[in-house]
């Protein structure tokens, strides 16, 4: 009996792996805004199917377009819209664009600064801070105390559109960086262990409590206003494929814009269409 359940137990296990093995591949990379709520759903949907098999990886927007336009990823998570230099240099100028949720890019400080007084801050400000204009919390009402201000990496699409909505470059120089986080995760952890740090992340980032999170231009930061674009930092998240999607990659689509996946997204902190 132990020897047949034995059996029986390995013919499971190699049934198992054979399927996993046969299952189609289907890769998303790019956008740390995008991968938090990309791997939720990637659980979910490998869970309830075998056919499919789902790997997400992080690198950032520019990094996941890169991969789908050279055929080394099949769905780029983007938290900006595709540029036309990013379109051109790719022969079919072929990319497809799927809208997969809503997001605002929230102005984070840490807790000591918030708990000071500053609760609110206007583009001006953020950019002179930036710029190594506003060097100091007191200049903000705040206590005496110089800021360290926190940047995204080169290849972000926070960072891009941080840069163009408040610096008004993409390309705009930062000499008041102090240090560059490589996503929105580790930029939260420096602010959260600083006590003078500010920095930029996506909505679901600034919802658990842990760091200060500012009004920005008199509007604070949550669902409603960010839905409606009265947020001044709202934007949209994206899926990109480089031609129409593989089958599966269509699949995993089609489940992350349904009831099924847009519930998933609601209840993790993201913002569903």
């Known amino acids: 009996m132990r020897r047949f359940a034995t ?3 390995i013919a499971l296990f190699v049934g198992s792996f ?19 709520l990309a791997e939720l759903e990637a659980e979910s949907f490998n869970g309830q199917q075998a056919d499919c098999q789902i790997t997400v990886t992080g690198g950032g927007t520019g990094a996941g377009i890169t991969a789908a336009g050279e055929g080394r990823s099949d769905i780029a998570m983007a938290s900006r ?7 051109s240099k790719y022969s ?9 949720g809503y997001d605002g890019i929230c102005i984070i400080v840490s807790k000591p600064i918030h708990d ?18 506003i060097t100091n919390w007191k200049e903000l009402k705040g206590p005496d105390a110089e800021i360290y201000a926190i940047a995204r990496e080169d290849g972000s699409g926070t960072r891009d559109t941080f840069n163009e909505l408040i610096m008004g470059s993409t390309t705009a120089e930062t000499p008041g960086v102090k240090t560059v986080g490589q996503g929105s995760a580790e930029v ?15 909505f679901s980032y600034a919802e658990s409590g842990d760091v200060g999170v500012l009004a920005y231009e008199g509007v604070n930061p949550n669902v409603a206003n960010i839905k409606s674009s009265s947020y001044p930092l709202a934007r949209h998240l994206y899926f990109y494929t480089w031609g129409q999607p593989t089958p599966c990659a269509q699949k995993f689509i089609d489940f992350v814009l349904s009831s099924a996946g847009q519930k998933i997204a609601d209840e993790n902190g993201f913002i569903p269409i």
């Open 116 to 133: 000071a007084g500053v609760k609110a801050i206007t583009k001006d400000q953020l950019k002179n801070i930036y710029a190594g204009k």
């Open 188 to 202: 939260k952890t420096a602010v959260n262990g600083s006590d003078n740090a500010i920095g930029y992340v996506g």
């Open 81 to 87: 819209e595709i540029k036309d230099t990013e379109r």
């Open 7 to 9: 059996i029986l137990l």
């Open 18 to 36: 054979a399927t996993v093995l046969a299952a189609e591949k289907v890769t998303v990379t790019g956008s740390t805004t995008v991968l938090p």
């Open 92 to 100: 079919k100028n072929n990319f497809q664009q799927f809208f997969i």
